[in-house]
């Protein structure tokens, strides 16, 4: 087991150093013109929110990475650094996550052009942010509420997976789940089993499968939501706070030790397992498959959008 790990390690140093040398695949090297998906590192310093209220323990961490809350390396670790920081403040119990775009989207998954033709040498520090913000959230002591005024695919969908309660606006045109069969890649083992925890195993195989995108209706009967809010309604808000303050009431030495008993074996074994999914990923997302799917999926969604 030691040797495997270290050979492991080794493949991640390779990756790290392979950045230096350019993306061979020549048919990838023909790029179709993307401009709307050209961006890849951003700023820190301005992709969310942290607003923490002692008086009612409650912190509410809003995401606003324009123009769709997609998850670059660095809003991953900015949502990470949310979290600990409201963690590191003892009178904060409770964490709802939301989205302040105007258009509602709560998280539209990781950043396709974090995917597509990668940057080689960015591409395990960039598995490794979404590996701990999964860690840190679904991890967190605080009681963690994920109000959903939008859609919700992928990653985004992580997140939510990762709260204790998720609240979402019905809206049809709102979908969540875990699309990325659609992509022609597959959720990482410690997501999908986030998914079939949640809503159990032949709902999750057939919905990973297919790559269903749920409307918030078929979400709330498979148990991927806990609770719809009439569409335009601003108490979603409201509700999500009334729902924190709920946790709150709970002992929080019990509720920490009852989310523990739910999700330390899944948290025990990714942390004991990072650099060889870090390597499975790397190998698997630059093969020459998934790279062609890929810059299909962009396009099918920018021609979507003309
Ligand atoms: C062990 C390892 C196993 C191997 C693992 C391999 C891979 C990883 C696997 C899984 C983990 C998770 C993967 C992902 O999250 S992949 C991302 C999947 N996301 C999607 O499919 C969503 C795509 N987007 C949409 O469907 C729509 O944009 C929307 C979110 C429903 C919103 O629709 P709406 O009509 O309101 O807006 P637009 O479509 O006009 O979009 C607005 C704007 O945002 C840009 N955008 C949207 N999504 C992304 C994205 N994910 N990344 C980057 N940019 C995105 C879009 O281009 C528009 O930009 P513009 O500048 O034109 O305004």
């Known amino acids: 087991m030691s040797v495997h790990v270290s050979q492991s390690a080794h493949k991640i140093q390779l990756w790290r150093r ?6 061979r695949d020549s048919s990838l090297l023909q790029r179709q013109h993307l401009s709307s998906f050209s961006s890849k590192a951003d700023r820190n310093d301005d992709l969310v929110t942290l607003e923490a209220s002692p008086d009612t323990g409650v912190a509410t961490l809003r995401m606003h990475r324009s123009p769709a809350n997609s998850l670059s390396m660095e809003m991953m670790q900015s949502i990470s650094g949310a979290i600990r920081k409201a963690e590191s403040d ?5 964490l709802i996550l939301t989205s302040s775009l105007p258009s509602g989207i709560f998280s539209a998954g990781l950043e396709l052009t974090e995917l597509y033709q990668p940057d080689l040498a960015r591409l395990p520090k960039f598995w490794e942010s979404f590996q701990q913000l999964y860690l840190d959230l679904y991890g ?3 009681s ?11 990653a985004g969908c992580m997140l939510s997976l990762s709260c204790d309660y998720r609240i979402m606006t019905d809206n049809p045109k709102c979908t969540i789940g875990l699309n ?3 992509l ?3 959720a990482p083992p410690w997501l999908a089993q986030q998914y079939i925890d949640v809503i159990g195993n032949r709902n999750a195989e057939l ?3 297919l790559g269903t ?7 709330l009967t498979v148990g991927l939501v806990d609770e719809l809010v009439c569409s335009g309604d601003s108490s979603i808000d409201e509700m999500a706070q009334r729902k924190a303050a709920e946790f709150i009431r709970i002992p929080p030495k019990a509720r920490v030790a009852a989310k523990e008993l739910t999700r330390g074996t899944q948290i025990a074994k990714l942390s004991g397992n990072r650099e060889e999914d870090t390597e499975f990923f790397c190998s698997f997302v630059t093969t020459d498959t998934v790279q062609k799917t890929l810059g299909s999926y962009l396009e099918m969604l920018a021609k979507r959008k003309k």
Request: without cysteine; glycine residues 10%.
């Open 90 to 94: 003892r009178k904060i119990q409770s």
């Open 140 to 142: 967190s002591r605080l």
């Open 144 to 154: 963690t509420i994920a109000s959903i005024g939008g859609p919700a695919p992928a």
């Open 207 to 209: 919905a990973l499968l």
């Open 213 to 219: 995108l749920f409307t918030p209706q078929q979400a």
């Open 184 to 186: 022609g890649i597959v």
């Open 18 to 23: 392979l950045g230096s040398v350019q993306y």
């Open 180 to 182: 990325e069969s659609q």
